[in-house]
């Protein structure tokens, strides 16, 4: 079980998508999620569509992937379709009983909704299927770093969120060896109802709490031995600089936003 | 005249909680004094509590000593910039490999430490694939620390240090937690980081095994240093080992209960010594 733990959801490749810069990859992510909503009939939506199916296959991520990725929303999608085409009415009318109505314009908000959000997911999970933990945690470090004249600890808090990631594995083995050390002692964790179940963790989590206590204390040591102070004055190994494919998918998504601009003006609106 | 790396001078140290007085607390080194030289492979050897993880974790300024001096190439572990200036000198390795790894990626924990004291991206990274050589571990830059070895860990600690090109290394029960392959990688590349690179290193240990392999060893029992010579010297003294409860290598033993006279400190020797002792009786 351990060995086959994958750091959020990344999925390992070598596309132009993977080897682009982390920083241009959040800010256009967080552009391109604001333009989603700027659409605001179909023919702009669809160029938006185009798009992330154009990125989608750069990235060479396998479809089944993405669909995976919008699977846990299904349940939201379904949800918003109901209320869109039953609260929503207008133009020509399909269906009408007792109270109920499906208008025209019910259900070209529920599709475009749709729509919408599944844009939405797919582009943030192309964000972290195409970047390591690590990456997006550095992007964020260099991204947030002009905040430094607020007197925030941006660096600090990159830290800790390595560490944090760092040790996930970590701490899961240690579970693991707990939890096999009380089941040696006979401990029952999987037998009874959930409050004598939740009961059964306590003997886990206790001896798991004191242990990441202990770590912490260790490693705050063989930090301070290799000379960490509070990230001033630091450099990295890893320089980060821009590629001629991180301009070209920045000019891509600056002519995607004009072209959704002026299909909203051209065309008629939806919602 | 050989270079005084690390002098201790008559330095004690007691660890003590709230409320107890300073006086009342055992001492976990008591007048301590030891002058450590450039390029020396010394190993401290001691039992459990015997006071030697305290002394080497005052090697490189984590703790002050309570009274007395330890001085690092001129620089005494008075104030907290003096530490960071002896930490740049003398790099540490702890015994547990998975509590001093920072970083998710090999290379990334490697560059770690140049990263702190301010060095130039391309320097560091000349330092960091120079260090992975040294220790064998290049090919493996890339993997993520959790899928490594605790032999393998240990060595990418120890290339984080080599790294930061301090010039003495201290490393606590490096290979207290290593299976027997994962021991002899550890000790293999803390030689060859003696002997090739001019490093200082100082092991701090309770194999014999490895103290065996030294050219200084410190005997150290209830935060007293008991004795300070060669391994060959240290190891003749069964009955010095033997009151501090510290085992004898068993070539060594062997050949001793057999009556050779030499010190024999490793099997190969010890398999001469043997072979020689039985010819010369046969003849």
Known sequence: ???????????????????????????????????????????????????????????????????KSIKPV????????????????????????????VTEKGVNTAVFTIIRIIILVVMSSLLTYTTTPTMLTDGLERILSPLKIFHIKVSSLAMMMTLALRFIPTLIEEIERIMNAQKARGADLESGGLITRAKALVPIFIPLMVSAFRRA????LAMTCRCYTDGNGRTRMKQMKLKITDYVMLILCIAITAGVIVLNIFFEKVI | MREKLIEIKNVSYSYYTDGEEEATASPALSDINLDIFKGEFVAVLGHNGSGKSTLAKLCNAIFEPSTGTVTVDGI?????????????????????????????????????GPENLGVDPAEIRRRVDSALKDVNMYDMRDREPHNLSG???????????????????????????????????????????????????ILVTHFMEEAVQADRVIVMDSGRIIADDTPSNIFSDIEMLKAHSLS?????????????KETVLDTDSCVRAISSYLGGDMT
């Open chain 1, 1 to 67: 079980m351990v060995s086959d733990i994958t750091f959020g959801q990344y999925y390992h490749g070598n596309s132009v998508l993977h080897r682009a810069d982390p920083r241009i990859k959040l800010i256009l992510t967080f552009a391109m999620i604001i333009v989603i909503f700027l659409c605001k009939n179909f023919f702009s939506l669809g160029l938006l569509a185009a798009f992330i199916i154009l990125v989608t296959l750069l990235s060479k991520v396998p479809v089944r992937m993405i669909l």
């Open chain 1, 74 to 101: 299904l349940i939201i999608l379904a949800f918003t379709a109901i209320l869109n085409i039953f609260y929503t009415h207008g133009g020509r009318t399909y269906f009408e009983w007792w109270k109920i109505a």
């Open chain 1, 217 to 220: 204390y260790e490693l705050a």
């Open chain 2, 76 to 112: 005494t572990s008075d104030s907290e910039e003096n530490g960071d200036a002896i930490r740049r000198k003398v790099g540490m390795v702890f015994q547990n490999p998975d509590n001093q790894i920072v970083a998710t990626i090999v290379e990334d924990d490697v560059a770690f």
């Open chain 2, 151 to 201: 032999g393998q860990k240990q060595r990418v600690a120890i290339a984080g240090v080599i790294a930061m090109q301090t010039e003495c290394i201290v490393l606590d029960e490096p290979t207290a937690m290593l299976d027997p392959m994962g021991r002899a990688e550890v000790m293999n590349t803390i030689k060859r980081m003696n002997k090739e690179m001019g490093i200082t290193v």
């Open chain 2, 248 to 260: 004898v290598p068993e070539p060594t033993e062997l050949c001793l209960r057999l009556g050779i």
